[in-house]
């Protein structure tokens, strides 16, 4: 069984800054790209960042130079730096993940979510 848990989120003033993080825990054995996603009332999920196993990412042009997303292989974590936040980035922020498993079944896991507020 795979679990993937975010953690960081919270209130944040605009202009503030937050680091999200996503751990991944279970019978893993590899993670292909691991992304982040939000969702804000209303609107549709959208793909945030995304980061590949080799390291190559991918950003909305809506956070570009604002956010960073890295990982980090040897603990199965993915981060997303977040800085000069608006309050447009208010959301609940998702991680994603592709990977496989000891039984090598490949899949896509969820995490719960983390909500993240940007507000004065």
């Known amino acids: 069984q795979v679990q993937l848990v975010e953690s960081g989120g919270g209130l944040v003033q605009p202009g503030g800054s937050l680091r999200l993080s996503c751990a991944a825990s279970?019978?893993?054995?590899?993670?292909?790209?691991m992304n982040w996603y939000r969702q804000a009332p209303g609107k549709q999920r959208e793909l945030v960042a995304a980061?590949?196993?080799?390291?190559?990412?991918n950003y909305a042009n809506s956070v570009k130079g604002r956010f960073t997303i890295s990982r980090d292989n040897a603990r199965n974590t993915v981060y997303l730096r977040m800085n000069s936040l608006k309050p447009e980035d208010t959301a609940v922020y998702y991680c994603?993940?592709?990977?496989?498993?000891?039984?090598?079944?490949?899949?896509?896991?969820w995490g719960q979510g983390t909500q993240v507020t940007v507000s004065s």
């Open positions: 994603n993940a592709d990977l496989r498993t000891y039984d090598l079944t490949s899949a896509n896991y």
């Open positions: 279970g019978s893993i054995l590899s993670i292909y790209t």
């Open positions: 980061i590949t196993s080799g390291g190559s990412t």
